[in-house]
Nanobody, 126 residues
Framework: QVQLVESGGGLVQAGGSLRLACAPS????????MGWFRQAPGKEREFVAG????????LYGDSVKGRCTISRDNAKNTVYLQMNSLKPEDTAVYYC???????????????????WGQGTQVTVSS
């Protein structure tokens, strides 16, 4: 069982930046595709960003494209989400997720991700 622990959430003003981090408990972290999702109250869980196990490919949700960067450091067993130019509509609980890759393409479907963190709250004030 892979446990994922997120950190880095908080309160920030619109236009500001935050960097989220996720540290899996699994020592074979490098074999998993990693991703970030978010869920605002009353809304469905939304794909934010994903990175393949090698770090060679990334994918972003339309709502954050150009403002967020996902990266991973397999030596440190950590995946990061750098968020810039934050907007009030970015307010949500952000979840780290992982799954063993099936093919070369990242999936944006929450049900296809196997492991989830507890989430970290991001609040953007206007």
């Amino acid at each position: 069982q892979v446990q994922l622990v997120e950190s880095g959430g908080g309160l920030v003003q619109a236009g500001g930046s935050l960097r989220l981090a996720c540290a899996p408990s699994e020592r074979t972290f490098s074999i998993y595709n990693m991703g970030w999702f978010r869920q605002a109250p009353g809304k469905e869980r939304e794909f934010v960003a994903g990175v393949t196990w090698s770090g060679g490919s990334t994918l972003y949700g339309d709502s954050v494209k150009g403002r967020c960067t996902i990266s991973r450091d397999n030596a440190k067993n950590t995946v990061y989400l750098q968020m810039n130019s934050l907007k009030p509509e970015d307010t949500a609980v952000y979840y780290c997720a992982a799954h063993r890759p099936v093919g070369p393409v990242l999936t944006t479907t929450p049900a296809r991700w196997t492991y989830w963190g507890q989430g970290t709250q991001v609040t953007v004030s206007s």
